[in-house]
């Protein structure tokens, strides 16, 4: 082969690369190792250097063709808004009087009014921001591609402070007075003490930790490529692994009694004891070959998942399950997955559930039936 074939070679693999192919990366993953493997994935956002969510781990799913996902017979909320924002929304939190979106290419916090939607304040912010979770008394804010979290003071609208974190941030989460993000790049889990803003541990995961999330007194950690979810104890920092099979690729979330975590993995929403880890129940849920469970949120009697995709055109779905029973309480597209990929965030407070969508270019304001 000539230099010139070589270079033609490398150059079609780098593109392949960035296309986010995830199902024939897994199928090679698949062929050259036994187990499957984790690969991180950028799911989105080709603007800026933003990494949406961070790395993302994704898996092939050994399950064989899925029901088609659509709308049921009666959808489980309602859009009631569709809100254009400046800029691209990948993330979002309640509270604090408002709802705050993370509006990545823009790299800003975008606060709306709750009452109305209207847009009534914008927060600078270091390139790539992705994450938010929401204190009181601060809004945190995750930007994987410049290594650091920006603490914002909900009142004023300023950032107070900036704390650098490890590489390839892929989770954030608060919990004891702390804040805590993983890095999937140093394999370890990060915590700033939220009265000096200063790193005050880091703990040591093993390989490529995902998704945060609190439930039991207990900080969580995906940790697929060791089997499951790693529970870190805050009066300690100490980390145990909590064996959990074919899990956690996707969100986590605590709430309504229990975490829960949304699976790519095999498309099911796990619900796992808060204090132990242990699987109490799956629901698998109805999508087509190309979605994946990714993003999770419990509050107001329901826990809502909404999807992902590599592919174009792919419907965006928005599922509900009963946190009592684990049952699904129905489904709804949001739209067809269009050429950036961005997975749907969601949020629920105040009897109101909202959903960022990426890939619409807007927030929706959805109203949950009884």
């Known amino acids: 082969m000539t230099d010139e074939r070589l270079h033609r070679a490398a150059v079609a693999l780098e593109r392949s690369v960035a296309e986010l192919d995830v199902q024939r990366r897994l199928e090679e993953l698949g062929r050259r190792h036994r187990r499957r493997r984790l690969t991180s994935l950028a799911m989105a956002l080709v603007v800026s250097t933003a990494v949406l969510g961070g790395a993302v781990a994704a898996v092939r799913r050994g399950r064989g063709p899925e029901p088609a996902a659509g709308p049921t017979a009666a959808p489980p909320a309602r859009v009631v808004a569709t809100l254009p924002l400046p800029g691209t929304p990948v993330a979002v939190a309640v509270g604090a009087g408002g709802v705050w979106v993370v509006a990545a290419d823009r790299n800003q916090v975008v606060r709306l009014d709750p009452g109305t939607g209207r847009v009534v304040a914008t927060v600078p ?6 994450q938010l979770a929401l204190a009181p008394d601060a809004l945190w804010v995750l930007s994987p591609p410049d290594n650091s979290v920006s603490r914002i003071d909900p009142a004023t609208g300023r950032v107070v402070a900036t704390v650098p974190v490890g590489r390839e941030a892929s989770g954030l989460a608060l919990a004891a007075g702390s804040v805590w993000v993983s890095s999937a790049l140093d394999d370890e889990v990060i915590r700033i003490d939220a009265a000096t803003n200063r790193v005050a541990a880091t703990i040591p995961t093993g390989r490529a930790p995902g998704a945060l999330a609190v439930a039991g007194g207990s900080v969580w950690v995906a ?3 060791r089997g499951g979810l790693g529970r ?4 300690g920092n100490r ?3 909590v064996r959990v099979p074919r899990c956690c690729v996707g969100g ?4 309504e009694g229990a975490l829960w975590a949304a699976n790519a993995w095999d498309g099911t929403l796990v619900r796992l004891d808060p204090r132990s880890g242990r699987v109490l129940a799956r629901t698998a849920l ?20 909404t999807s992902a995709s590599d592919r174009l055109g792919v419907a965006r779905v928005l599922w509900r399950v009963g946190p009592a029973t684990g049952r699904l309480a129905g489904s709804m597209t949001l739209g067809p997955a269009s050429s950036r990929r961005i997975p749907d965030a969601v949020a629920t407070g105040d009897g109101t559930l909202w959903v960022a969508s990426g890939d619409g270019g807007a927030v929706l304001r959805l109203a949950p039936r009884p």
């Not at 912010?125 to 992705?130: F, S, T």
């Not at 870190?232 to 009066?235: I, L, M, S």
């Not at 994946?292 to 107001?300: C, I, K, L, T």
């Open 125 to 130: 912010l270091p390139v790539g921001p992705a």
């Open 223 to 225: 940790l697929p490529e």
């Open 232 to 235: 870190v104890d805050p009066a």
């Open 239 to 241: 980390l145990t692994v």
């Open 252 to 255: 986590l979330a605590g709430g």
């Open 286 to 305: 109805p999508l087509a070959a190309a979605q994946h469970p990714w993003q999770v949120a419990a509050g107001d009697g329901a826990v809502w998942v």
